[in-house]
């Protein structure tokens, strides 16, 4: 059955780095849109990165733009989030999620059928 488990988190000082991982069973990972999502303490789920399933396109939302690096290995079936220059506000619990199909927006979270149980990332001094 698909299962996919995160890891990498921990604590981390604002400004330092950080790689999740998300191992996949299941499926292919390069035959699905994947995307990281986040939820803060008390707020809702967000979007965070998605890469297509060939790899050749990468997305962010605004927040870690420029911070965060989204990549995939196929022969692990394994996606990363590779984030630096951490901040407080990064500080959620981080989700691995596989798309439903080609269609509808990458940044919806209905539009993700399977998701990982989440890593912890705390930035924090």
């Known amino acids: 059955q698909v299962q996919m488990v995160e890891s990498g988190g921990g604590l981390a000082q604002p400004g330092g780095s950080l790689r999740l991982s998300c191992a996949a069973s299941g499926f292919t990972v390069s035959s699905y849109f994947m995307s990281w999502a986040r939820q803060a303490p008390g707020k809702g789920l967000e979007w965070v990165s998605g890469?297509?399933?060939?790899?050749?396109?990468?997305s962010y939302a605004d927040s870690v733009k420029g911070r965060f690096t989204i990549s995939r290995d196929n022969a692990k079936n394994t996606l990363y989030l590779q984030m630096n220059s951490l901040k407080p506000e990064d500080t959620a619990l981080y989700y691995c999620?596989?798309?439903?199909?080609?269609?509808?927006?990458?940044?919806?979270?209905?539009?993700?059928?399977?998701w990982g149980q989440g890593t912890q990332v705390t930035v924090s001094s």
């Open positions: 999620a596989k798309k439903k199909s080609p269609f509808g927006k990458i940044d919806s979270i209905y539009e993700y059928d399977y």
């Open positions: 890469i297509s399933s060939d790899g050749t396109e990468t």
